[in-house]
């Protein structure tokens, strides 16, 4: 898979896994594990990225002793999501459009 597109998919994946409310990096993974494997330094990648295009905040807070970061999605995040469905009609019509000519060649 295209690298830039991956890495799209991804952003709007970990931005869906919090849209329903505050979460933490174990969490978001765990979340997600049903969907696609992510590995830690990746998703702590996304979360930096996300948080520098303002599309999440994050705040620490203490829990069982330790400081955990919790991630909360900003309007610019969802924002993005909004785009990403309308953007996913458009990948599902051209996906479409190629399973149409290989199906007819079948």
């Not at 505050?22 to 702590?44: A, F, R, V």
């Not at 829990?63 to 993005?80: F, M, S, V």
């Not at 599902?92 to 199906?103: A, D, G, K, Q």
Request: hydrophobic share 35%; proline share 1%.
């Amino acid at each position: 898979m295209d690298i830039q597109l991956k890495r799209g998919l991804l952003d709007v994946c970990v931005l869906a896994a919090i849209k329903n409310g505050d979460s933490y990096g174990y969490q978001i993974m765990k979340d997600m594990k049903p969907y696609l494997e992510l590995s830690e330094s990746t998703l702590y990648t996304i979360l930096k990225r996300l948080e520098t295009a303002h599309m999440l905040t994050v705040r620490s807070q203490e829990h069982d002793g330790r400081l955990r970061k919790y991630y909360h999605i900003t309007e610019q995040g969802i924002a993005r999501l909004e785009e990403f469905r309308e953007d996913w009609k458009e990948i599902l019509s051209i996906y479409r459009f190629i399973t149409r000519e290989e199906s007819e060649h079948e």
